[in-house]
């Protein structure tokens, strides 16, 4: 077993791993402010950003959920890993050597975690099918990418593989790799049968599933062979790594697209999402193996950074999701379900179809390039493709036809989120049905008002707050009890206010109040007892037992951190990542001596009416209400210089 990891190693990691770029394979973020960015928060769903990363002090928080930490914690809480494996993943990624005390060395290959040793064997497994494309015996995937416009340049850059006939080539591979068996069943690389394990893939071509940082996480495999009695496409079953309702096809190579251009484009296979890729069309991705789901809008939501926006605003930046469905009922009926999804958008969601029912990788083979981009040009809303496709249904020659059909489509009216487009379709609907407007308008107020019953409060009812009491999107709130701490103080409280933002300046800003006289004087005349709020004043403590600003490292927030203790991990967190109100680097210190001034004036001012209190119990002209009064001229004095100053 290996030994416990050096603690300036470790500290080595939290400094050199780029926690803005490892979140952000996660999240889209956006400048908030001096030397922090947000997004929407990957532990929560929310629909406005509350989600604070501030590089500089390496640290996370999000204001609606109250999850927070650095950069090992934000991979643990992700990945789902045990610290040391989050170390070691992030030392790998920063490079990182790290030594192991109490007589350990650094952990052996057959000793790892288990998710990086299944990372590993799909590592191994991908550079074995890809190999076996080679083959003479693969010549007939090679065929069938070629017959579907796909050259080699094209299976290499999707790392299309090939698994062969047989039922223990990969396994016997892996084994000889030095992968145990118990760790080839928890990949799902192989199968379980009365002889023992197999390979799962035999026979069929491989496309290799990839999470969003682009590691192999599992499969999808074509049948080719007419004997092969399987389904048409088999893929990884669910396993610590591949979960089937949370990954995309092509999310590694599309994430930046999506980021870039906020749009996602949404496919039914894994040649369409190589077809609309080699047409341009780089934000594309496709589910495995199931439908388009809850999870998968939260992923897409997140790299999209999908805050909202007009629906059908002409020449809008805002996000956009498009699915392109095959036009047969089926195709129709994956329209209908993910119009059930669409709610949980905040972006404008259209659907392409086209015509003669083709998919991508059908209209790229018979038109190439153009005719996948022009499918997407002729997009539609998905709300009016519903709408059409409900109508669609009934014989509205007939009475009884019509009165189905608003039925039916009422609800998708209703369900329009863009209030300033709802009349329209309205009298859209009107107009294709022939019926009077007041009676389509009412029949759609009544859905409005069914959808307004059955409606959850998504977030709940307060907005969320930075440390400093200011808006930052998302749910929360004052008094709120974080996922990980105590109960946050209440900020509408001047004092507390106060309190909060001076020590958000001493954790985001020791070296400018160091070099600052005023605001160096200032934190020196400033004790414990200067914080009235419990955790505030456990938080200072914490600083001083640090070595105090003058001593901060670039790990300081960390270090402070480590000196609170876990029950003030998410205090610290929100303190060093709440954007300051200040944004001008060159007087932060300036303004980091006002701030801490205030609270020292708070602290002077209780002091005083303590002394006061004393000198009232002691009676006039004893020597203990000469002493309080002595010392209430010293105090009071100082307040004055300090307002003064």
Not at 149 to 177: E, I
Not at 637 to 643: F, M, S
């Amino acid at each position: 077993m290996a030994g416990t990891i050096n603690r300036d190693d470790i500290a080595q990691v939290r400094e050199r791993a780029p926690i803005e770029d490892i979140i952000g394979q996660h999240v889209a973020l956006k400048p908030a402010g001096v030397g922090s960015v947000k997004g929407l928060c990957p532990f929560h769903d929310e629909r406005t950003p509350s989600f604070h990363v501030r590089p500089g002090a390496g640290r996370w928080h999000c204001f609606g959920c109250g999850e927070g930490g650095d950069v090992i914690e934000f991979v643990m809480r992700m990945d789902g890993l045990p610290f040391a494996e989050a170390v070691e993943y992030l030392a790998e990624r920063a490079g990182v050597t790290l030594r192991y005390e109490a007589g350990g060395g650094p952990r052996r290959e057959g000793t790892a975690g288990q998710r990086k040793r299944l990372l590993e064997a799909h590592r191994v497994a991908q550079e074995y099918f890809r190999e076996q494309l080679n083959t003479p015996e693969a010549r007939i995937g090679r065929d069938f990418l070629r017959d579907r416009g796909f050259d080699r340049a094209a299976a290499d850059h999707f790392g299309v593989g090939y698994a062969p006939q047989g039922w223990n080539h990969l396994t016997d591979h892996l084994q000889s790799k030095g992968f145990t068996q118990e760790e080839l069943r928890a990949s799902g690389l192989v199968s379980e049968g009365a002889r023992g394990i197999y390979d799962r893939f035999r026979g069929r071509l491989l496309w290799p599933i990839r999470d969003v940082t682009g590691e192999v996480i599992g499969f999808g495999a074509r049948r080719l062979h007419e004997d092969d009695q399987g389904p048409k496409y088999l893929n990884t079953p669910e396993t610590p790594l591949y979960k089937k309702n949370q990954v995309l096809y092509g999310i590694d190579l599309a994430k930046g697209a999506i980021r870039s251009e906020r749009t996602t484009v949404v496919v039914e296979g894994y040649t369409d999402v190589m077809a609309c890729h080699l047409a341009g069309i780089t934000n594309a991705v496709a589910t495995c193996g199931t439908a388009f789901g809850e999870e998968h809008v939260k992923v897409v939501r997140r790299l999209m950074g999908d805050t909202g926006g007009s629906q059908l605003k002409i020449g809008s930046t805002g996000a956009k999701v498009i699915f392109t469905f095959d036009g047969d009922e089926a195709g129709q009926n994956a329209a209908l379900k993910s119009f059930q999804l669409d709610q949980q958008f905040l972006a404008q969601t259209f659907v392409a179809v086209d015509p003669e029912g083709k998919d991508p990788c059908d209209l790229r083979m018979g038109g190439g390039d153009a005719a996948v981009q022009a499918l997407l040009e002729h997009r539609q809303p998905l709300f009016e493709f519903v709408i059409r496709a409900s109508l669609a249904q009934f014989d509205l020659d007939t009475p009884e036809g019509r009165a189905g059909a608003l039925r039916a489509a009422a609800p998708v009216v209703a369900g329009i989120r863009d209030r300033a487009i709802q009349p329209e379709y309205t009298r859209l609907l009107a107009g294709w049905l022939g019926m009077e407007m007041d009676v389509v308008r009412r029949q759609v107020s009544d859905a409005s008002r069914g959808r307004a019953g059955g409606r959850d409060s998504r977030g709940g009812s307060g907005q969320a707050a930075d440390a400093w009491g200011g808006p930052v999107g998302g749910a929360g709130g004052d008094g709120v009890r974080s996922a990980a701490g105590p109960a946050r103080p209440d900020r509408r409280d001047p004092v507390v206010r106060a309190e909060a933002l001076s020590l958000g300046t001493l954790l985001q800003a020791p070296t400018e109040i160091s070099h600052d006289p005023v605001a160096a004087a200032i934190v020196k005349e400033l004790t414990p007892e200067s914080y009235t709020v419990p955790q505030y004043r456990a938080v200072y403590e914490a600083i001083l037992a640090a070595g105090g600003p003058g001593n901060a490292g670039p790990d300081w927030a960390n270090d402070v951190a480590e000196q609170a203790g876990e029950t003030l991990v998410a205090t610290i967190s929100e303190l060093a990542v709440s954007p300051l109100p200040h944004d001008k680097p060159e007087t932060l210190g300036h303004y980091a001596g006002t701030v801490l001034a205030r609270v020292l004036d708070l602290s002077l001012t209780r002091q005083v009416a303590a002394l006061r209190g004393r000198m009232q119990r002691a009676g006039t002209g004893t020597p203990e209400a000469q002493e309080a009064f002595a010392e209430m001229i010293r105090l009071e004095t100082r307040r004055r210089e300090l307002r003064e100053s």
